[in-house]
């Protein structure tokens, strides 16, 4: 499984970024545009994903995005973990969305 740091990942023309966090996470703060789908639903909602392009899967710290990742990779779909979730995005000073 590939991985990428956050500061790479925000250097990206218009990245694909999956947040796999739960809907309370993902209100509290986010990466920008990001398309939520929490790690419990992605078996039911993968056809919401893009096969067309790299997706960067983030969470809290990189646990459950790499398990995102992996089973996204066994389905065909180029699929990259983001190195420190988004704890890491947010240390790195970057963009956040909030609510």
């Not at 067309?52 to 995102?68: L, P, Q």
């Amino acid at each position: 499984m590939r991985e990428l740091s956050v500061t790479d990942v925000a250097a990206l023309d218009s990245p694909v970024i999956l947040d796999v966090r739960e809907l309370d996470e993902y209100r509290a703060v986010r990466a920008p545009g990001v398309l939520h789908i929490p790690m419990g639903e992605i078996m039911e909602r993968v056809d919401e994903i893009p096969v067309d392009e790299t997706v960067y899967v983030i969470c809290a710290v990189g646990g459950r995005s790499a398990r995102v990742a992996q089973y996204l990779e066994s389905r065909g779909i180029d699929a990259v973990n983001v190195e420190g979730g988004t704890i890491a995005w947010q240390q790195a000073g970057l963009p956040v969305e909030r609510g």
